[in-house]
């Protein structure tokens, strides 16, 4: 029996604030990702009120894709892609985000993408807000924990649904939605306004200063997340539309009940606390309890109610890197995500960023999220972010991000055979990209080299690496060989 269903969507990811550059340019307006200034595995990133002319933002140039669209759009088509998921930056389509008309150059940027992803058999699958937000937004109204920017978002989704009906048909509103309950995500998806020169960095358990502002502006975004799938279907009844969650696994340190009781509220606030809002249109029973401990006081009213009931996603969509652990235990072996710590686990090896590589945990999730909705689900971002060498023959021979992906694969071949009802997957910056969470260059997922690093050096020409051509064949074989 085959391993994948005949119409399984392959591809990969990029997000438009990591990838695409010219950030000032046909009138895109400055996104609370353009005042970020990068860092690295040891130095986090920060960020300045306004532009300091002697730093370096990493999004000013990204991969400068604006400029390179049609090569890299070849290069998928060249790999058999069938989906591409990209994200489109707000701040180009309504530079202050409260503007009435939209910038029409931004409009036709993104148009003539999604109409040569037609032309190569491309699918595209749109990320309407990926850690971004017209800057403007957060200065002038504190972000997202201001309810007026549920409707200047309304307006921008209501307006992409429109611009593309017929050219795109798969949406996800909100990139890892629950990463705003970490302050990292929250200033990145424009929940909050920081002081200047604010770093940015993991927060342990999400409990961190300033909740009652994130935990505010979450539920803005639900509300603002559901009024779009409702206007996207009013629209377009064929538009599949997505909710986003930066999946999380999570093993208890020992056997002691503490430890499994701490894992599973873990996984209950980060992996379902958002999920049961967007799938099942309530918040989870948990939820309350939560609130009440943490002297949370949302401003809920009853037709935020009915709009989180009827505005419930399509499927459910996820990005799916590595592993931690939890437990009661002080003073424990720490390992770093982006946005999390967490202790480390002594079975599995760790990249160079400190994340765990643990494919066995992607099959756990899948069946585990699968369990509690039983709606279609999409593994959206998967990755290694890795140094790679370029060979004095220009090679570059990524064999550990194939291993990395072959694992990875195999993983979702079991979750189908458990029965999970798996439609695609999506890997992280098929192409390379900046890192969000530390403005790298040098850490790179792609299956097609950038010539630029974090020296700021290179022309931007593209190269693809071994794990093109592995890739290729995987895609050919509908993950029969790998
Ligand atoms: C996810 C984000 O959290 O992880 C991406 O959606 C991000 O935007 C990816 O790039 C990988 O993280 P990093 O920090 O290595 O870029």
């Given at each position: ?10 591809g ?5 604030n ?9 009138g895109?307006g ?14 986090p ?8 002319p ?5 999004s ?32 180009r389509?309504?530079p ?31 990320t ?5 937000a ?16 549920i409707?200047?978002?309304?307006n921008y989704a209501?307006?992409?649904f429109?611009e ?26 424009g929940?909050l306004p ?13 409990a ?28 377009d009844?064929h ?18 009940p ?8 873990a996984?209950n ?9 967007q ?18 006081k ?5 037709a ?30 720490k390992?770093?995500g ?6 480390r ?15 066995l ?25 890795a ?9 570059i ?12 694969i195999?993983?979702?071949a079991?979750a189908?055979k ?25 850490k ?8 630029r ?11 693809p ?5 592995w ?6 074989s509908n993950g029969?060989?790998?």
């Amino acid at each position: 029996m085959a391993k994948f269903p005949k119409d399984f969507l392959w591809g990969g990811a990029t997000a438009a604030n990591q990838y695409e550059g010219a950030w000032n340019v046909d009138g895109k307006g400055p996104s609370t990702a353009d005042m970020l200034i990068g860092g690295d595995v040891n130095t986090p990133r920060r960020f300045t009120k306004t532009i300091d002319p002697n730093a370096y933002y990493p999004s000013h140039q990204g991969s400068d894709f604006y400029h390179h669209w049609e090569e890299d759009l070849n290069y998928l088509h060249e790999m058999g892609f069938k989906v591409y998921r990209l994200s489109i930056a707000w701040s180009r389509i309504f530079p202050n985000g409260d503007d009435i008309e939209p910038n029409r150059k931004g409009l036709e940027f993104y148009r003539q993408i999604f109409k040569r992803c037609h032309e190569l058999g491309i699918e595209p699958l749109v990320t309407i807000s990926h850690y971004e937000a017209p800057y403007h937004l957060t200065e002038a109204y504190g972000g997202w924990a201001n309810r007026k920017v549920i409707d200047f978002f309304v307006n921008y989704a209501q307006t992409l649904f429109r611009e593309y009906r017929g050219l795109v048909h798969y949406w996800l509103t909100f990139n890892e939605i629950n990463m705003l309950q970490a302050p990292f995500g929250a200033y990145m998806a424009g929940a909050l306004p920081l002081e200047d020169g604010a770093e940015l960095k993991p927060d342990t358990s999400g409990a961190g200063d300033r909740l009652q502002e994130r935990y505010q502006a979450l539920h803005y975004q639900f509300v603002a997340s559901a009024k779009a799938v409702q206007i996207g279907h009013a629209i377009d009844l064929h538009n599949e539309i997505g909710c986003m969650i930066a999946g999380g696994m999570d093993y208890p340190l020992t056997a002691r009940p503490e430890d499994t009781f701490k894992t599973d509220m873990a996984d209950n606030m980060r992996n379902f606390f958002c999920g049961d809002v967007q799938v099942r249109g309530e918040y989870p029973p948990f939820a309350k309890r939560f609130f009440e401990e943490n002297n949370i006081k949302l401003d809920f009213t009853d037709a935020d109610r009915q709009i989180l009931a009827i505005g419930t996603v399509d499927f459910y969509s996820f990005s799916y890197y590595s592993s931690g652990v939890e437990t009661t235990e002080k003073n424990t072996d720490k390992a770093a995500g982006n946005q999390t710590v967490s202790t480390r686990n002594p079975y599995l090896k760790y990249n160079d960023w400190g994340w765990a590589m643990d494919p066995l945990g992607l099959r756990t999730y899948l069946n585990r999220v699968y369990g509690r909705y039983q709606i279609p689900l999409m593994v959206v971002e998967n990755g290694l972010g890795a140094f790679d060498k370029v060979e004095a023959d220009g090679s570059i021979n990524d064999d550990y991000r194939i291993d990395y992906y072959q694992a990875h694969i195999n993983a979702m071949a079991e979750a189908i055979k458990d029965g999970v009802d798996l439609i695609g997957y999506t890997t992280w910056g098929c192409i390379d990209l900046v890192s969000a969470g530390t403005g790298q260059m040098d850490k790179r997922y792609g299956f097609v080299y950038v010539n630029r690093n974090d020296k700021q050096e290179g022309d931007f020409s593209r190269h693809p690496k071994k794990s093109f051509y592995w890739y290729k064949k995987a895609i050919a074989s509908n993950g029969e060989d790998l």
